[in-house]
């Protein structure tokens, strides 16, 4: 494997910033860490670099333990927020910086800068400084020169944080596919989540310097260990019920009490294409009226209002709502096709409870 | 105006006439007043047998190669200083810094008047240097350290600035590539620095070339050994020597002018990376 954290922690005088992470990178790997700010993702990036020494725990790079190893030495290439560009130096100096620090021979040095330059297509660019350059250029230049002693790890800090929105699709688009050409170890921060779910073999979930959850797209989004990782990968529509008479209730949404005793209160989060609709007001449980359509381009997102006034907010795909053919203001009736059983922030989930057993457990009220 | 281009910010006639006007009122009229006089009133035979007496000559030298050294060793020291003011947090950080700007404050002659007395035969630091054989007064050496102490802070106070706003990003990043500290500080930060380093030279330098009240309490103004070029320029005043104190001083103006262009031109090269 190529990078390993065991326990790894990050005490900042009285701030913990980092405490007790464990995981694993595998060779060639595509990894995000992700979490809202302040989570410690760019403090675990700092540490793997080693522009951060950890107080706790151990740090393995390809099986080396790295922890009194000099940034100098680590040979990992870092691309940092603001990329950080030497500006007194050209594109070909900043990319041969540390090609001479490594003492390579001129003619191999003239050799990588062209081929890197090819690459990232830059070639004639070579000679501007880095003021002469685009937002997107010189993101490049930052990325051919962590590249160029071709290091064992690539390390990007928040890569699409500084560019517009149109240039960061295509920058995703191209770090995909550079990835796949050089299939170098990568490991990516940042704090938007559809980017990580969008870019990356692996995600790793922090918050409060904490590791939340690990794994793959997919499992985080569909599979969430927790109610953070579930509110922060994609949308949660969270609701507080208090449990009376073995009911959990909710204005009149009503729900199995699921063990939760009287008179307490029963958390419970669904997604919001979770909620079905139809234009027939009698067809599901409940009533409301359409207040809002928010159009998102391929998604359009509805807000749903109960006789009691509270507001439901789904979303459905454009085709979906042609077919439900309604407009605001219109009555329909809807129900929540599954939804899960939150605990404490931070305890494990419960399992996903499909709608039919929730039907058959409603029933009777 | 064939120059004029369409802005939109209004005043650029006005702006420019107040510049010139001002300029003219300030520097380029007495100058210019100054060149005149000698052209019309002497020949250029009288003007260089007034101007390249062997004294003037010796005098020239010592002015401006002290100003060089002097300026020299603030660069070297006024960038140390400046870089532990703005990079290290420690008690007294603040009061060390009120002080670099004490060489501004103080009178020169009291400067000229405090070294003179430290370096005598009797004072705190000649009492010592005098019998080790380093003559510091009345020598070319107290010269130096005169227009050392009064430039000192035009290197620090240029720095500062720029000291302040280096990204600590970018030295990670060479770290990152494998230079250590000495090889960033010379690859990486001293390139970013050097236009600033250039304009505290140069001003550094130029205040050296017309300094005159420190440096005569301490000089002994010794013709020929310790005199510089602005006490020169006084005697033949006090003489009623007028056009040969004009011959001299269009020789500094001249020789100033050249050196700024010079330095200039140097600075405009280090900052080529710049917009």
């Known amino acids: 494997m190529s990078i390993e954290l065991r326990q790894i922690s990050k005490q900042f005088g009285e701030v913990r910033a980092v405490e007790g992470v464990s995981f694993t990178v595998q060779e060639g790997e595509l990894v995000a860490l992700l979490g809202p700010s302040g989570g410690g993702k760019t403090t675990v990036l700092r540490m793997i670099a080693g522009l951060e020494t950890p107080t706790g725990g151990d740090l393995f790079i390809r099986g080396q ?52 330059l090819k690459l990232f297509g830059l070639e004639g ?41 149109k240039i960061r699709q295509d920058l995703r688009e191209w770090l995909v596919r550079l990835h796949h050409e050089l299939n170098v170890t990568t490991i990516f921060v940042t704090h938007d989540q559809e980017e990580a779910l969008e870019v990356s073999n692996r995600i790793v979930i922090f918050s409060r310097g904490r590791l939340e959850q690990i794994g793959t ?7 969430p260990a927790n109610e953070f990782v579930a509110r922060f990968i994609g949308v949660l529509n969270v609701l507080e019920l208090k449990v009376q008479n073995g009911q959990a209730r909710l204005a009149e949404l009503s729900f199995p009490s699921h063990g939760v005793p009287e008179g307490n209160t029963l958390r419970i989060g669904f997604r919001p294409y979770a909620v079905q609709i139809s234009a027939q007001t009698g067809e599901y449980r409940y009533r409301a009226t359409l207040k809002h359509i928010f159009f998102l381009g391929v998604l359009l997102r509805l807000e749903l209002e109960t006789p009691s006034g509270l507001t439901i907010r789904t979303r459905i795909i454009k085709e979906e709502f042609n077919r439900l053919g309604i407009a605001e203001g219109a009555e329909v009736s809807f129900q929540i096709r599954e939804y899960r059983v939150l605990s404490r922030e931070g305890d494990a989930l419960s399992h996903e409870v499909p709608v039919a057993q929730l039907v058959s457990l409603a029933e009777g009220i | 105006m064939a120059f004029k281009k369409p802005s939109p910010l209004p005043g650029f006639g006005l702006s420019l006439g107040y510049t010139v006007f001002y300029l003219s009122l300030i520097v380029l009229i007495p100058l210019g007043a100054l060149f005149c006089r000698v052209v019309t009133h002497m020949g250029f035979a009288e003007f260089w047998k007034l101007a390249t007496t062997d004294r003037a000559i010796h005098s020239y030298q010592l002015t401006f190669g002290a100003s060089l050294i002097a300026a020299a060793i603030n660069a070297v020291f006024g960038t140390l200083l400046a870089w532990v003011l703005t990079r290290y947090e420690f008690p007294g950080r603040r009061l060390l810094d009120a002080l670099v700007d004490f060489p501004f404050a103080l009178p020169t002659a009291v400067a000229g008047l405090t070294l003179a007395d430290l370096f005598s035969r009797q004072g705190w630091l000649g009492r010592y240097l005098v019998p080790a054989h380093i003559e510091v007064a009345y020598t070319p050496l107290g010269v130096v350290i005169a227009l050392t102490f009064i430039g000192m802070p035009f290197i620090v106070r240029t720095l500062q600035p720029v000291l302040e706003n280096l990204e600590r990003e970018v030295e990670e990043a060479s770290a990152t590539l494998g ?77 100033s002018f050249v050196l ?6 140097i600075e405009r090269w280090a900052s080529r990376f710049q917009n």
């Open chain 1, 125 to 165: 660019l070579g000679a501007r400084y880095p003021h002469q350059l685009s937002g997107g250029q010189r993101q490049r230049v930052a990325i051919a020169r962590a590249l160029a002693p071709k290091p064992s790890v690539l390390l990007l800090d928040e890569p699409f944080g500084a560019v517009d929105a």
């Open chain 1, 217 to 223: 797209p997919r499992e985080v989004y569909e599979k």
């Open chain 1, 65 to 116: 333990r790295v922890n009194d190893v000099s940034v100098q030495e680590r040979n990992i290439g870092f691309v940092f927020q603001g990329y950080a560009l030497f500006k007194t130096m050209s594109v070909r100096q900043n990319i041969e910086f540390g090609l001479k620090i490594k003492k390579w021979k001129r003619a191999d040095i003239d050799a990588r800068v062209a081929e890197l």
């Open chain 2, 179 to 255: 230079a250590g500290r000495l090889r960033t500080f010379v690859s990486v930060i001293l390139p970013t620095i050097m236009p600033a380093l250039i304009t505290g030279f140069a001003l550094s330098f130029a205040r050296a070339i017309g300094e005159y009240g420190s440096v005569v309490f301490i000089a002994g103004n010794k013709p020929g050994k310790s005199e510089i070029t602005p006490l020169l320029i006084f005697l033949r005043l006090e003489e009623y020597d007028y056009t040969g104190a004009m011959a001299i001083a269009v020789v500094m103006l001249l020789f």
């Open chain 2, 260 to 265: 700024l262009i010079g330095i200039n031109l």
